[in-house]
């Protein structure tokens, strides 16, 4: 290998996990529900709608600035909540 190779690929081994690493931070930090999940009732409350027939899949909830996916079991309760900004969602359901 040629002394002008080593930079390049340098480069190609140490993008690839420094994007990596950073895209693993910026999603996690907006996206994680604090605390623990909202309940179906609440979620039917702040829709304004009957969701009996999302039972045991997964809604996607939106309400303002707020968008979720909510799964929902076959017994009503929510599995998981996963916003698309938790610090939105988190204001929105609480004012609803």
């Known amino acids: 290998m040629k002394w002008?190779?080593?930079p390049m690929v340098a480069l190609c081994?140490?993008?690839?996990?420094f994007f990596a690493a950073c895209q693993q931070t910026s999603s996690k930090s907006g996206t994680?529900?604090?605390g623990p999940l909202p309940d179906l009732n609440k979620i039917e409350e702040c829709q304004r709608a009957d969701l009996q027939r999302y039972l045991g899949s997964t809604y996607r909830f939106h309400l303002y600035d707020c968008w979720a996916d909510v799964s929902i079991d076959g017994n009503g309760r929510v599995t998981a909540f996963k916003p698309d900004d938790a610090g939105v969602c988190k204001k929105?359901?609480?004012s609803c």
Request: charged fraction near 5%; avoid cysteine; charge should be negative.
């Open 13 to 17: 081994v140490i993008a690839p996990i």
């Open 4 to 6: 002008y190779h080593a």
């Open 32 to 34: 994680e529900w604090p």
């Open 92 to 94: 929105v359901l609480a």
